[in-house]
């Protein structure tokens, strides 16, 4: 099976002058430079620091043309990345290097001198190279590629036995540990796959990333153009400011995104740049309730998109049929969906019961070194997502929640997502998270967690109920209301609710 590494390395060699990356900051790079690089990275790997199939290597830095020069690297020879979130602490990032057993550290030269330090602390690292700047004790990116004799690497083989192409680790928000899931390298070669079945993705195509690669969404719509001999237009860190600037100038034709860059876009005062761009279709994730705002803001179809880690390509929304409010659309071709009640019986149509995907649909084999967390997830051929959801009469899959944010309050099951987007609406609502609060009478009752908009007051429960009258049903509405300063998410945006449940717990 040929991996990304050969994918660009053909493209190469039909259009070596053909722009591949093109960023702001950090230059660009063609076809033919991306896979010289990426191939005399391999060579290093293999004749510098003797790595080779089922090492893995660890990446932490934010979006660099050098961040896919090191993926294509480690795919030529069989190593597996392990993505990681630029903003994690030292403490964090210690538990992914030693959990993955990560060989070597690729990272700029702002964490350089940390990945230094936590090199000297985990067994399993050997080296830590810098991608941009020298500094003492890593090793430079552009000495490692001079070094190697020219066209090093690009007459390798496809390698056999080669099982995973990523590591990623998922954000923790139910239970605060990140969990490794194994990604295989077919879904590099070919993730292009379910973006030409959402909207003919081709060699014609740029791709926007302003999300970090270290997530799946980014990483998603970096690799689904190279893997097309397409383009990636990329931001090494959001930029609201220079956002649509971006766009007018390098003229990407598709986005994926999440939803709180969205919410950040959709706070600028209009103007005409973003409505004279180049983008033929938006991907928010995660914004079917404002999507029709989106659409009509800045004239573009949108899709939304249900997936998770684990599960890659869930759902999508179909560009040529009528949205259905609330859906997430139907499954890839390839995936299997059914929803199943508590008593492993299949849902009826129109009850919601928890989201499952059949493994040998989606690729999942388990989390690593996590016996009891793949035990969980797995129900004979099935992976549970921990979701529940309902589908209707013609296979639309509808989100409910998920079933650790479920509130269940006297006997009733309560979507935090519903009572979230209703709240959301009022005009002092900047932001908000709803959790459960333990209620000795009812079991549980709402709370609310509320980010104040500026100049506004925090609002009143009867605020609340006027507001969200014929919405939501009185009991849906929050007897706890609660201002916080900024809701605690991970860097991708998902809010991490069992912090929020720690405030009436103190677990």
Request: charge should be negative; charged fraction near 25%; include cysteine.
């Amino acid at each position: 099976m040929p991996t990304l590494f050969d994918v660009v390395r053909d493209f190469s060699r039909m259009w070596p002058d053909k722009q591949a990356i093109l960023t702001q900051d950090d230059g660009h790079r063609t076809y033919g430079e991306l896979a010289a690089h990426g191939g005399a990275v391999a060579h290093q790997f293999q004749h510098r620091f003797g790595f080779g199939l089922g090492d893995r290597a660890c990446i932490w830095m934010r979006n660099r043309p050098q961040y896919i020069e090191c993926q294509l690297g480690m795919q030529a020879v069989g190593l597996a990345g392990v993505p990681t979130n630029p903003e994690w602490s030292d403490a964090e990032l210690e538990f992914v290097l030693g959990h993955s057993r990560s060989r070597i550290i690729f990272t700029e030269a702002e964490r350089a001198e940390r990945a230094v330090a936590l090199a000297a602390a985990v067994d399993s690292v050997d080296a830590v190279v810098s991608v941009d700047e020298p500094v003492d004790g890593a090793l430079l990116l552009a000495d490692l590629i001079g070094e190697a004799p020219e066209g090093a690497g690009l007459d390798l083989p496809p390698v056999d036995g080669f099982v995973e192409g990523n590591v990623l680790y998922t954000s923790g928000t139910t239970t605060g540990r990140p969990k490794a899931v194994p990604m295989s390298p077919e879904l590099f070669a070919g993730g292009a796959i379910p973006y030409e079945e959402m909207f003919g993705l081709s060699h014609a195509d740029r791709s926007l990333v302003v999300t970090p690669l270290f997530h799946g969404n980014a990483m998603g719509g970096a690799m689904s153009a190279l893997s097309r001999g397409a383009g990636v237009v990329m931001q090494r860190k959001f930029s609201v400011s220079r956002f649509w600037d971006l766009v007018d100038l390098y003229r990407p034709t598709y986005f994926l995104t999440l939803v709180p860059i969205v919410n950040i876009l959709m706070t600028l005062p209009p103007s005409p740049i973003e409505r004279s761009h180049s983008l033929r279709v938006m991907i928010p994730l995660g914004c079917a309730p404002i999507i029709d705002q989106i659409e009509e803001r800045y004239g573009v179809p949108c899709m939304d998109w249900y997936g998770m880690t684990e599960a890659g390509s869930g759902t999508y929304t179909r560009l040529d049929e009528p949205r259905r409010p609330g859906s997430v659309g139907k499954p890839f071709e390839g995936s299997v969906l059914r929803i199943f009640l508590p008593d492993g019986s299949e849902a009826p149509t129109g009850e919601p019961g928890e989201i499952c995907f059949l493994r040998s649909s989606i690729g999942f084999r388990g989390y690593i070194e996590d016996a009891e967390a793949t035990d969980a997830a797995i129900s004979g051929d099935w992976f549970r997502t921990g979701d529940l959801g309902y589908v209707d009469d013609d296979g639309y899959l509808y989100f409910v929640d998920r079933q650790k944010d479920i509130v269940r309050r006297g006997g009733e099951n309560l979507s935090t997502v519903e009572v979230e987007t209703a709240l959301r609406t009022h005009p002092a609502v900047a932001d908000v998270a709803v959790v459960a609060r333990p209620d000795q009478v009812l079991g549980e009752t709402v709370a609310a967690f509320v980010v104040v908009a500026d100049g506004c007051d925090l609002p009143t429960e009867d605020e609340l109920r006027a507001h969200t009258d014929g919405e939501l049903a009185p009991y849906k509405l929050p007897t706890t209301i609660e201002a916080i300063d900024k809701l605690p998410r991970t860097g991708t945006g998902k809010v991490e609710k069992f912090r929020l449940r720690q405030h009436f717990t103190g677990a």
